[in-house]
C-alpha cells in the first residue's frame, strides 16, 4: 500500500480542500475567504505552485469560533 492505515483515515475524515470548496462550504465568495486567511482567521497551507489549501478540520474550527459570517 501506498499509504498507511492512520494516513488512509486522516485522508478520509479530515480531507483537504481547494480555496473554491470551501468558500462553497462556508457560503461566501472566494475573495472573502481569502480575506480570512490574510486576517489570520482560517488557518491554511500552500502547495508548491502558491494555492491555498484548507484541511477540513480548521474549516470546522473556523465555524466553530467565529460563525459562518465573522464579519456582520
Avoid at 499509504?3 to 485522508?11: Q, S
Avoid at 481569502?34 to 505552485?49: D, F, P, S
Wanted: positive net charge; contains cysteine.
Amino acid at each position: 500500500f501506498k499509504e498507511t492505515r492512520e494516513e488512509l483515515i486522516n485522508r478520509l475524515l479530515n480531507p483537504e480542500l481547494s480555496l473554491e470548496e470551501t468558500s462553497r462550504l462556508l457560503g461566501v465568495c472566494p475573495a472573502t475567504v481569502r480575506r480570512y486567511t490574510n486576517r489570520g482567521w482560517l488557518a491554511h497551507h500552500r502547495t508548491q505552485g502558491g494555492q491555498r489549501r484548507f484541511w477540513l478540520s480548521d474549516v470546522v474550527k473556523f465555524v466553530e469560533e467565529h460563525g459562518r459570517f465573522p464579519e456582520e
